[in-house]
């Protein structure tokens, strides 16, 4: 999931200061565009290359978020789902039953956590499907 855009115009809508902390234009009546580090930016052309000479698929959602998409794809797949993410907001897709994990990377490559019910359980002593109200509950600010 490559792309630009900052926030869903749903949240938005519903709270506006929802990930404005990572605007880096402001636009009345047009989606706010995310601020992009130059390094990343000047690497995308060569990602998606990479990715399509891996076959690897690059799909997307007009107005909604990266995150939003893979956790849709994720429990709708039908077949066992590996999620590679440094993003906590998606241990509340991790479904054993599912054979849903999620790969996450925030500690890097070398330290790697495979996020399993147990794991997620085990971590923060909730179910995976309670991870987005814990992060709100403990006062994540990460989404604005």
Do not use: C, W
Not at 30 to 56: K, N, T
Not at 62 to 72: L, R, S, W
Not at 86 to 115: K, P, S, W
Not at 125 to 139: E, H, K, S
């Amino acid at each position: 999931m490559l792309g630009r855009r900052l926030a869903s115009t749903v949240r938005v809508d519903l709270i506006p200061t929802y990930k404005s902390h990572r605007v880096a234009e402001s636009v009345a009546g047009a989606p706010d565009v995310e601020i992009v580090p130059e390094a990343l930016e000047a690497q995308i052309p060569m990602i998606r290359r990479v990715l399509g000479l891996a076959g690897i698929a690059i799909v997307g959602a007009h107005e909604h978020e990266a995150d939003d998409v893979v956790g849709t794809y994720a429990s709708h797949a039908g077949i066992p789902v590996d999620v590679v993410t440094g993003d906590r907001d998606l241990f509340q897709v991790v479904n054993d039953a599912r054979q849903v994990r999620v790969i996450y990377t925030a500690r890097g490559m070398r330290n790697l956590e495979i996020m399993t019910d147990a794991a997620v359980v085990g971590k923060y002593r909730v179910l995976p499907g309670q991870y987005a109200d814990y992060a709100t509950l403990r006062g994540d600010t990460s989404d604005g």
